[in-house]
């Protein structure tokens, strides 16, 4: 929920202030930090405990507590922002360094500058006051209202509310047949022991339906003794859940009695008898704990199906592998479809199949939305004109048939969620429809927007991380694809659930969808504005105009695809935090927006973007760096200004495309007669850095640094300094991943760190014997030996190398003779090899490894694509039907094996 998330995010500013407050500003005494903390904490621990309690009192709270932790933000930062630009203007006469800066602070003005410290303080204070009133006011609330809502007893919708008929079921069963043999082959399976088999999905995936055709099954009837059904949604009652069951069940007569009582005689109930018990829709492992001590193992067959939307329930459950429902591809979608507008007996007409088909795609697979939208149409005009209509807003026509269901029941999992969470989940709508999401990306935005609650334990990219996996535990976001050390690279968002987000921010005022495309004009006071593509540049200028006049408390301004480069980006975004653009600035505006945490624009059109680097001591606060494109075909590497050792909230620095020079750092700073050295905590990327200097005082400085991308080139006259230092990259002690690239071997005897999980060699010339320093790292789970990293005729590795080793690419070597078995790669999963014209063949024992589950090939010799058939033929036999090899689309016609599209290709080569 935004209000929350203003907590959190007033928390973080806060907490900067007491670890890296900016250089040479006195903003804030100790006292009114202390103060707003302690307030503050006590606010977020009152959301916490009442987040699932809504009402018109609560609501109204939560607007006030979100109106002052804004009003705190936009004080503080106005004012340090004020404080940082006057400086510099200051600093500038005096100093060159600032003199670009300079010259364009003359060209604008900044009317608060100067602004009275009094004032400023007065006015915090004024909000602090507020904030300690509206914690007076959540005190009553806990001691009145609060309490009687929180011990209300939670009731069950049970069986009672549960109609079966089986004939509608079997319309609905649509694109679930293999799903329910799966299912009944489990239920009747000869497992004697009790045994729980979860059906897990997302909220309107068909879990209820394929349980409740399931339940009516004939054979299924006949298989059990007794069967019931509950339903235990969100809110439950254990003693409700106990009465259902019996009078399911057809128990003895029910007195009053207490729960352990009720669980007593149901335990009677069932003893000895073969029965099956439906437990539908169940949010949280804490009911089955408390009703498993009422069902007995009979060693008969007994068996319980679970429905839930929650992946970490469903593991909870210790018993058999949850069955995991997935969307209805497009031919099982158009089916159900069919059959629910037009019958068993009729087919679409043709002049309407097109439109229907895009209403379809419309629904994303989602069988809850594809029924909704089928009942619409069943009862409506059958019209080109009409079905058009709805395939133009397919979501608004699916909120308003069946009084709003499809998304009253997908409302159900945010409304679930712990309020830590709502804020991630949300702001998952800023990114366009069917994008498909880089979780690292997602990881970086989370922690630049303050959105994230902090735990002394683990860093903010953890906790992000986290509250990635539970929401992809809770059925809420779908991964795409895994990296090479099988971490979620990418992951999707249905897009009836990103439309739930928008409506949920929109209420919330938690950001703004300015899609212009569209005549909104609302921007005034929304902290995040996110702008979309528009083929009317008319329309797109007005929109960002718009922006400059009302937008002055925005903190994020995130822009997908707009492409006109004459649109600038508006001055008034003086407090922006969040900046992802392309080329819609210039280098004055960016000097100026000295509160940013995070910035990423692609450098491909307008190089001079990368002027502001020279800076960047002027943004404290930055976090994230990510440069894009490439400078214009320039290979010469950009210089850092030694500003960058003074930033010690920088967090990640990378060029995607290109490489920096590294200044050495300052060996003192003196300040006040103490030396005073910043060390970076907080730096874990810098990707990529030219010839880089890894001297003891760089090791000091950066001592969490996790991953880093390192080139070495000679000069004429050799390295103009002592490239021997590279050996100290062993003392980088927290180093996970490292891409290493070179033209020249400087490997023969270097010590990786230890650390190590990825490495990626290029162009480095090793001889294959010279990998053994690689080899013996402990920890190693990912090698890529790219574009003659390597040279030789031969390739033996030693046994005992590689222990951890699950991901081996080879791309681009002379390689022709090697030997491997399941001893040098012991568990190994995935082998890649590309571009390989003079390798003989595979090893036989590669196939050998019990790990490996795939080998992918890219333009190599004949003989190694045969060898990779002689494998894939072997693993069949043995029975390892899940193991694939796949060629690229170049030898389709050669050969068969598992073929894969040019476009999964380009995926699977991405090794960076």
């Known amino acids: 929920m935004a209000t929350y998330a203003s907590l959190l995010s007033l928390g973080h500013i806060l907490d900067h202030f007491l670890q890296h407050p900016p250089r040479q500003i006195d903003v804030l005494d100790k006292a009114q930090i202390d103060s707003l903390l302690e307030n503050l904490t006590f606010l977020r621990d009152f959301l916490e405990d009442f987040s699932l309690i809504r009402g018109d009192v609560i609501q109204a709270l939560e607007e006030k507590i979100a109106r002052s932790a804004y009003a705190a933000e936009d004080i503080i930062e106005s004012r340090v922002v004020d404080l940082i630009l006057g400086n510099a203007e200051a600093g500038s006469e005096r100093s060159g360094i600032f003199s670009y800066f300079n010259i364009f602070l003359k060209k604008v003005t900044l009317p608060f500058v100067y602004s009275s410290s009094t004032l400023f303080y007065q006015d915090l204070q004024k909000v602090i006051e507020e904030i300690i009133s509206l914690k007076e006011d959540v005190m009553k609330i806990k001691e009145t209202e609060g309490i009687k809502i929180m011990e209300q007893p939670r009731k069950a919708a049970t069986a009672s509310s549960f109609v079966r008929g089986a004939s509608d079921s079997k319309n609905t069963m649509v694109g679930f047949d293999e799903d329910l043999n799966q299912i009944m082959e489990t239920l009747t399976g000869d497992e004697s022991n009790l045994q729980i088999l979860p059906i897990v999905g997302m909220g309107g ?196 048939g069946g009084d709003g269901l499809c998304f009253g029941i997908l409302s159900l999992s945010y409304k679930h969620l712990p309020v830590h969470l709502k804020p991630c989940f949300l702001y998952m709508a800023i990114f366009p429809e069917d994008f498909e999401i880089r979780v690292s990306r997602l990881v970086k935005l989370w922690v630049a927007e303050g959105i994230l609650k902090p735990m002394s334990s683990r860093s903010l990219e953890q906790i992000a991380e986290d509250n990635l996996k539970d929401l992809i535990d809770r059925n809420l976001i779908q991964v795409h694809d895994y990296g090479s050390r099988n971490k979620i690279k990418t992951c999707t968002f249905h897009d009836l659930l990103r439309d739930l987000c928008l409506r949920e921010a929109q209420k919330e005022k938690f950001f703004l969808v300015n899609g212009l495309d569209n005549q909104s004009k609302i921007i005034d006071n929304k902290r995040r504005l996110i702008m979309q593509r528009s083929s009317d540049e008319k329309l797109c200028r007005q929109q960002v105009f718009d922006a400059r006049n009302f937008a002055s408390c925005t903190r994020s301004l995130i822009c997908w695809e707009l492409e006109s480069t004459s649109i600038k980006l508006p001055v008034c975004f003086r407090l922006l935090r969040v900046l992802n653009m392309d080329d819609f600035y210039s280098c004055e505006e960016i000097l100026q927006l000295v509160n940013l945490r995070y910035i990423y624009f692609d450098a491909s059109s307008n190089p001079n973007l990368l002027n502001p680097l020279e800076s960047l001591s002027l943004l404290w606060n930055l976090q994230t760096i990510i440069i894009a494109g490439t400078l214009c075909g320039s290979v010469t590497p950009t210089n850092l200004p030694a500003e960058i050792w003074e930033m010690p909230q920088l967090r990640h620095l990378k060029m995607e495309q290109g490489d920096f020079y590294l200044p050495d750092p300052p060996s003192t700073n003196s300040k006040n007669g103490r030396r005073d050295i910043i060390v970076m905590k907080n730096l874990q990327t810098l990707c990529t850095i030219r010839n880089f200097r890894c001297t003891d005082e760089v090791v000091h400085r950066m001592p969490n640094l996790k991953k880093l991308g390192i080139t070495y080139w000679r000069f004429p006259g050799g390295f103009g300094w002592d490239h021997y230092e590279v050996y100290n990259l062993s003392n980088l002690r927290n180093l996970e991943s490292l891409i290493f690239g070179s033209y020249e071997n400087v490997l023969r005897n270097l010590c990786f760190p230890q650390s190590l999980k990825k490495l990626t060699l290029e162009n480095c010339r090793v001889p294959w014997e010279d990998l053994t320093v690689v080899g013996l790292l402990p920890h190693l789970e990912v090698l890529n030996l790219m574009d003659k990293a390597v040279k030789g005729r031969e390739w033996n590795p030693v046994e005992g190398e590689f222990p951890e080793l699950k991901s081996l690419k080879i791309f681009s070597t002379d390689l022709v003779e090697w030997t491997a078995d399941s001893s040098h790669f012991p568990r190994l999963e995935k082998l890649i090899l590309g571009y390989l014209e003079f390798l003989k063949e595979i090893p036989e024992g590669i196939g050998e490894i019990p790990t490996l589950r795939s080998i992918l090939l890219v333009f190599c010799s004949d003989s190694v694509y045969s060898s990779a058939e002689k494998i894939q033929e072997e693993q069949l036999e043995l029975g390892n039907y899940e193991f694939q090899v796949r060629i690229n689309g170049a030898d389709r016609k050669k050969y068969s094996v598992g073929l894969l599209a040019q476009s999964t290709w380009k995926k699977l080569l991405n090794f960076h």
């Open 205 to 400: 995936i068909g879990k209820t339906t394929l349980a409740k055709n399931v339940f009516d099954n004939p054979l299924i009837v006949c298989h059990f003794d007794l069967q019931a059904w509950v339903t235990i949604s969100q809110q439950y009652s254990v003693h409700e859940i106990l009465l259902g069951l019996l009078k399911e069940i057809g128990g003895e007569e029910i007195t009053q009695k207490n729960d352990d009582e009720l669980g007593l005689c149901l335990h009677r109930s069932l003893f000895d008898r073969r029965y099956f018990i439906v437990m539908d829709d169940m949010w949280s492992i804490e009911v089955w704990d408390a009703m498993k001590r009422f069902l007995p193992d009979n060693n008969n067959g007994s068996r319980v199906l679970v429905t839930t939307r929650l992946s970490n329930v469903a593991d909870n459950f210790f018993s058999c592998t949850p069955h995991q429902l997935h969307l209805l591809d497009e031919d099982q979608s158009w089916a159900l479809f069919c059959d629910k507008v037009f019958g068993k007996e009729s087919c679409c007409p043709p002049e309407l199949e097109e439109v229907g088909k895009t209403i379809v795609r419309n629904c994303g697979g989602l069988p809850l939305a594809i029924v909704a939208i089928s009942g619409l149409l069943a009862k409506s005009s059958r019209t080109v004109e009409y079905w058009e209509h709805v395939a133009d807003d397919t979501h608004a026509a699916l909120n308003k």
